[in-house]
């Protein structure tokens, strides 16, 4: 049985947050698109009924499954199988920017998500990303260039395409942000990778990182966002339902 703690130690807290911020999820019907290696699925995939969609199969060589979820190999197409309002929860984490042509993904991820359903988007932030550049990696060039609106890369992916937190309601408007998380704020600034492999050392940097998760001035400068969309017809139910 594979564990967290396999992962690299980034990883590792990385997961931890995103999955602590989603919450604990039970008996829900869940679609992970562009699941990656599986590891998010997986770990829902214990308590719930999770479908993974991934269009790259060389990440599934190593995929995790100690706990039963279906896997599809595929892109947004294979969302076609599905009716509408399928699915409880929608994850896609770190999808969006790798595809140029983002808004037809949100639309169909919208498309099969049901009325009291949440999707949790996580993407990278670029604010973040400059102070990487600038403060860990030394690299004004870059930094700068990140300032004037330029794309960024990433090792394994390719180039990371930036889009704005408030795009997504832009593109399908039907959708709105709940919730907006910062992850890895202070993470990366600490550089003693001894301290990043001691699991205590993990707990309280997880602790800090949450309380700080939902505070605008660190939020801002968080490496990645993590986004709760809902879809505008919960409100207005929720108001009939009050009056």
């Not at 995103?18 to 869940?30: F, S, T």
């Not at 492999?197 to 990182?209: G, T």
């Amino acid at each position: 049985m594979k564990s967290i703690t396999e992962l690299p130690a980034w990883d590792r807290l990385f997961k931890r947050i995103v999955w602590k911020q989603i919450g604990d999820l039970q008996g829900k019907y869940i679609l992970d698109f562009g699941s990656g290696e599986g590891i998010t699925a997986n770990h829902f995939a214990k308590d719930n009924t999770v479908v993974a969609v991934e269009p790259w199969d060389e990440m599934l060589k190593n995929a995790w499954k100690d706990n039963n979820y279906r896997q599809i190999i595929g892109d947004v197409s294979a969302l076609s199988q599905f009716p509408d309002d399928a699915f409880d929860v929608v994850i896609c984490h770190n999808v969006l920017e790798y595809i140029d042509d983002k808004k037809p993904i949100v639309k169909e991820l919208a498309r099969v998500l049901k009325p009291e359903g949440f999707i949790s988007f996580v993407k990278h932030n670029r604010n973040g990303r400059i102070m990487q550049m600038a403060v860990l990696l030394d690299d004004f060039e870059k930094a700068n260039a990140l300032l004037d609106g330029a794309d960024s890369t990433a090792s394994k992916f390719g180039a990371i395409r930036y889009y704005e937190d408030e795009d997504i309601a832009k593109w399908v408007q039907e959708l709105y942000i709940e919730k907006t998380f910062g992850i890895r704020t202070f993470w990366d600034l600490q550089q003693n990778q001894e301290k990043h492999q001691n699991e205590d050392w993990q707990q309280e940097m997880m602790k800090l990182e949450m309380r700080v998760a939902e505070i605008d001035a660190f939020r801002e400068i968080a490496f990645f966002h993590h986004l709760i969309i809902k879809k505008n017809g919960q409100n207005r139910r929720k108001k009939a339902n009050d009056a």
